[in-house]
């Protein structure tokens, strides 16, 4: 029997790694079980770190390819793969060794093996080899995560036919790649394959790609990926994939609608269409946890469960699957677990999609505000008229900003550009304090910045920019 524990926390990811840190620092003696060899969950192992090191070495070598000529730059890129995965690799070494340094500074103590829940008040430590323990605890914080969600007719082996995983690290470009779903992970994975040579086809269900985005700002990323070579099939859906003799695979396509089905030769499949909670081996059944319809924890909005002294945060609650989203949760959970009264704003939960331009958004789109009857105004400033974006040769996308027509509030944002995932923390803040349009408008902006179209998007909310 393992010493007695205020909070015990099962995953390491962005959620759990941060409701640890931050109960240890309120005073509480904190265990962390996690079954993964290394800490970080997804998102530092096989998510946010990994693929945004090879977004980032992708997008040097196309531009290397196709843009330092414009600069005066004569180079010609030679792409070494292996090298790109190794940095890959090593970032995410650096990032999982800090949580791990972390912890210990932390007095953290970290438990490896599955862990479960025999009873309230008890966490068994079930490691691959050798006996188990059970821990005594106060609380329990369950931040097990998520895991990719599988399509009937298609195996996944990881090499060929593969999830975001297998994605981080195919060993060859594949020439042909055949992503099926237009949402984040296949468009960021999409754009490392399409940079390296891959001539990626995407197969996305619904009539548009990435339904959780503004749908002017979905064209416009269509339209731009598609002059960076991607081929868009709307409307669609793989039923199979089979390995042929040669090597190739043969992909069944048909209508989402049904109808006639076609074969799509390909030489490797990612498939991302979307990520479910993962709760295998916690031994919910056991300790009486309550699931929602979709499998996700159900939660109040203090993160308690129908257990008492359970508690549960991160992609295995209700909500965005964000990294950013679990850590709050993980910061407030850890407040509220020592008594305190924090609040998680989920009307200011910032988006980001790392392609390039990057796209980044905050709050109500056009759509939902329409939907929702409210009477808004929209200002829209477009990166061409924007100084430094054309010193940089950065002139594709806009900043658009959402203001209710009375009080002038700004209620979303849609960003399209370089660094859009930087720029949207101006439009957070100011959405925290409940700013207004002209707020953002008056507040100076440095020249020349990308950040200036921001000031001058809100001016159109107003009586107009300077610069259009
Ligand atoms: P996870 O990070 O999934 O961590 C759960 C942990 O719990 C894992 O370590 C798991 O091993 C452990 N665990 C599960 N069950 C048990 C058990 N019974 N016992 C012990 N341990 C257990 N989000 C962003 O915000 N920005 C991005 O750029 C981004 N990029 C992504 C790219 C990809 C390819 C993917 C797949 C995801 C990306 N995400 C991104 C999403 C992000 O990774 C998740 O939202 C985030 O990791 C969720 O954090 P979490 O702590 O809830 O769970
Ligand atoms: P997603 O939900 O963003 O997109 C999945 C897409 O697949 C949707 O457009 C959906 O309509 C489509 N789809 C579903 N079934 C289909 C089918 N049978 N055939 C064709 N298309 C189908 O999911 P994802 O891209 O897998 O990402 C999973 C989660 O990870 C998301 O919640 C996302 O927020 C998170 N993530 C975030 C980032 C980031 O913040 N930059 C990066 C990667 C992943």
Not at 44 to 57: E, F, Q, V, W
Not at 75 to 96: F, S
Not at 392 to 418: C, E, F, H, N, W
Request: glycine share 12%.
């Amino acid at each position: 029997m393992a010493d007695n524990f205020d909070l015990t926390v099962i995953g390491s990811g962005p959620g759990g790694y941060v409701a640890a840190i931050r109960a240890a620092q309120l005073g509480m003696k904190v265990a962390v079980v996690e079954k993964w060899p290394t800490f970080g969950g997804t998102c530092l192992n096989i998510g946010c770190i990994p693929s945004k090191a090879l977004l980032h070495a992708s997008e040097l070598f196309d531009e290397a390819g196709h843009q330092f000529r414009q600069f005066g730059i004569e180079a010609t890129p030679t792409l070494n793969l292996e090298q790109m995965l190794r940095h890959k690799d090593d970032t995410v070494t650096a990032n999982v060794s800090g949580i791990e340094f972390l912890f210990k500074n932390n007095k953290i103590t970290a438990f490896r093996g599955t862990g479960s829940i025999p009873a309230p008040g008890k966490v068994l430590v079930t490691p691959e080899s050798g006996p188990g323990q059970t821990i005594e605890t106060r609380n329990i914080v369950i931040a097990s995560g998520s895991v990719p969600i599988g399509l009937p007719g298609i195996t996944i082996d990881e090499e060929r036919v593969v999830s975001s995983t297998g994605a981080l690290g195919f060993r060859q470009v594949p020439k042909r790649l055949l992503v099926i779903g237009g949402g984040i992970i296949g468009l960021e994975l999409g754009s490392v394959w399409s940079r390296l040579g891959a001539r990626v086809t995407v197969v996305e269900f619904l009539d548009r790609i990435l339904p959780g985005l503004d749908s002017e700002a979905a064209r416009q990323m269509q339209r731009t990926l598609q002059k960076q070579g991607f081929e868009f099939r709307l409307g669609a859906k793989v039923t199979a994939v089979d390995k042929r003799a040669d090597g190739t695979l043969a992909a069944r396509l048909e209508p989402a609608a049904g109808g006639e089905a076609l074969v799509l030769e390909t030489d490797a499949v990612l498939v991302a269409v979307g990520r479910k909670p993962f709760t295998d081996g916690l031994g919910l059944e056991v300790a009486g946890v309550a699931l929602d319809e979709r499998g996700r924890i159900r939660t109040d909005h203090n993160f308690k469960t129908n257990v008492p002294g359970i508690y549960a945060i991160g992609d295995v609650v209700a909500g965005p699957m964000l990294a950013h989203k679990a850590m709050d949760e993980g910061h407030a959970v850890a407040e509220i677990i020592a008594g305190q009264k924090p609040h998680v704003n989920y009307t200011t939960v910032p988006s980001v999609m790392y392609t390039s331009p990057e796209v980044a958004w905050i709050g109500k789109s056009e759509d939902e505000l329409k939907a929702a009857g409210i009477e808004y105004k929209a200002g829209k400033f477009p990166y061409t008229a924007n100084g430094r974006a054309k010193a940089m040769l950065a002139t594709q996308g806009y900043v658009k900003i959402l203001a209710d027509v009375t009080t002038d509030r700004v209620l979303g944002a849609q960003i399209i550009s370089k660094s859009a995932g930087e720029m949207i923390h101006e439009i957070a803040v100011l959405m925290e304090f409940s700013g207004s349009a002209e707020d953002l408008g008056r507040t100076m902006h440095a020249h020349p910045t990308m950040s200036e179209a921001i000031k001058e998007a809100a001016l159109m909310c107003g009586d107009g920019a300077i610069h259009i």
